[in-house]
């Protein structure tokens, strides 16, 4: 079955990197767009970035852009996000999400299969 | 920039028709989807394309986007249904998700 496991979560300080990791199986990876999602604690779902099926067009939020970055490793059917410059407000739930197959992978769609998340926490 | 507006809460009495909206500028032109998210648990898709069911997405889930509102409709809410729903859409190339409606079923 399809399945997609995050890791890489942990609590880390104000200004520093973390990079969390997605391994999936039970489908073609190559062939879907796989974006990263956030939860705040308490808070609702915010898009973070998304990654086209040939890896050739990403897209980042507003919140997050020059500070991350989205990347994928067909041969691991692995998705990462490597995030510098944490910052407080970064504090959430990472959620990796299976969009759509195909062109419009980047920019069109829905996300039929989340991971169950990795928290990130970001101290002062 | 492009916001979906959605109600906090709503509340609904088990066996009744629970309804959930989603409201931005000319939503229709763009496709929405659904999202359940119960307490503690990873978000699930219910819709897609407007009006889509994933697969093993239950028969009382139905959706419709006319105008500026999408809706989402649950027929015969049970207790199961409580949780969080969150529409989503796309507009200048980027993912957008509403803010959340918490619905519970008393």
């Known amino acids: 079955q399809i399945q997609l496991v995050e890791s890489g979560g942990g609590v880390v300080q104000s200004g520093r990197s973390l990079r969390l990791s997605c391994l999936t199986s039970g489908f073609t990876f190559s062939n879907f767009g796989m974006h990263w999602v956030r939860q705040a604690p308490g808070k609702g779902l915010e898009w973070v970035a998304v990654m086209s099926n040939d890896g050739y067009d990403v897209k980042y939020a507003d919140s997050v852009k020059g500070r991350t970055t989205i990347s994928r490793d067909t041969s691991r059917n692995t998705l990462y996000l490597q995030m510098n410059s944490l910052r407080r407000e970064d504090t959430a739930v990472y959620y990796c999400?299976?969009?759509?197959?195909?062109?419009?992978?980047?920019?069109?769609?829905?996300?039929?299969?989340w991971g169950q998340g990795t928290l990130v926490t970001v101290s002062s | 920039s492009y916001e979906l507006a959605q109600s906090p809460s709503v509340s609904v009495s088990p066996g009744q028709t629970a309804s959930i909206t989603c409201s931005g500028d000319?939503?229709?032109?763009?496709?929405v989807s659904w999202y359940q998210q119960q307490s503690g648990q990873s978000p699930v898709l219910v819709i897609y394309q407007d009006t889509k069911r994933p697969p093993g997405i239950s028969e009382r889930f139905s959706a419709s986007n006319f105008g500026n509102t999408a809706t989402l409709t649950i027929s015969g809410t049970q207790e199961m249904d409580e949780a969080e729903y969150y529409c989503?859409?796309?507009?200048?190339?980027?993912?957008?998700f509403g803010g959340g409606t918490k619905m519970t079923v008393l």
């Open positions: 999400a299976r969009g759509d197959p195909g062109q419009y992978s980047s920019s069109s769609g829905s996300l039929e299969y």
């Open positions: 000319k939503l229709s032109d763009k496709y």
């Open positions: 989503q859409a796309w507009d200048s190339g980027t993912m957008l």
